[in-house]
Nanobody, 127 residues
């Protein structure tokens, strides 16, 4: 497993941008698929975006497609979520997660497929 720490959250006006970062410990970061999830008040945690260990595959929830971009820098053990054109409904705690296994060739949005989680970072979008 990897240890994950998110940063970059904050308060932004609608239409603005934020970039979230997730720093991972360990030398095996490059072997894990990585994902971002979010949980709004009173709602279930939901999938946002994911990126394969080779960085060649990315996929998104329909609600963020075209506005959010996930990327990774394996040399820095970091995964990013660039969020543009933010909306009030994007307000949530955002969590970074690592796949439950290494080198898995899988395209999943299911939380149980991710075995390590960060503590979350709050994103608040004002109207």
């Amino acid at each position: 497993q990897v240890q994950l720490v998110e940063s970059g959250g904050g308060l932004v006006q609608a239409g603005g941008s934020l970039r979230l970062s997730c720093a991972a410990s360990g030398r095996t970061f490059s072997s894990y698929n990585m994902g971002w999830f979010r949980q709004a008040p009173g709602k279930e945690r939901e999938f946002v975006a994911a990126i394969g260990w080779g960085a060649g595959i990315t996929y998104y929830a329909d609600s963020v497609k075209g506005r959010f971009t996930i990327s990774r820098d394996n040399a820095k053990n970091t995964v990013y979520l660039q969020m543009n054109s933010l909306k009030p409904e994007d307000t949530a705690v955002y969590y970074c997660a690592a796949d439950r296994g290494q080198w898995r060739v899988v395209r999943t949005t299911t939380q149980t497929d991710f075995g390590s989680w960060g503590q979350g970072t709050q994103v608040t979008v004002s109207s």
